[in-house]
Nanobody, 120 residues
Framework: HVQLVESGGGSVQVGGSLRLSCVAFGDASTSNSMAWFRQGPGKEREAVAAIRRDDLTAYTDSVKGRFTISKDNAGNSLYLQIHNLKPEDTAMYHC???????????????WGRGTQVTVS
């Protein structure tokens, strides 16, 4: 089991940038695969980006070129660098982790409570 705590959200103007962070507390093996998801107002939760322990990454098409996922070597911290923010990026951003490589699937069993990003 692992506890995930996100931070770094906020209110930003269109075109701005943010760096989201997620710290994982607990069993490091649970974080073999980590990902960022987001849920906008009235929308379903969607995958944004994922990264494996070997640093292989995956992105949903709508964020390619603007979002960059990364992690520290220990796998305890996950980051999401966001550039050129758009109003449609407004959402609660959640960190997820699992032993299995779920990539952009919603099957992750460990979730953080999220950090809000508002773009206007």
């Amino acid at each position: 089991h692992v506890q995930l705590v996100e931070s770094g959200g906020g209110s930003v103007q269109v075109g701005g940038s943010l760096r989201l962070s997620c710290v994982a507390f607990g069993d490091a093996s649970t974080s073999n695969s980590m990902a960022w998801f987001r849920q906008g107002p009235g929308k379903e939760r969607e995958a944004v980006a994922a990264i494996r322990r070997d640093d292989l990454t995956a992105y949903t098409d709508s964020v390619k070129g603007r979002f960059t996922i990364s992690k520290d070597n220990a796998g305890n911290s996950l980051y999401l660098q966001i550039h050129n923010l758009k109003p449609e990026d407004t959402a609660m951003y959640h960190c997820a982790a699992d032993f299995f490589n779920f990539q952009l699937s919603r099957q992750y069993r460990n979730w953080g409570r999220g950090t809000q990003v508002t773009v206007s």
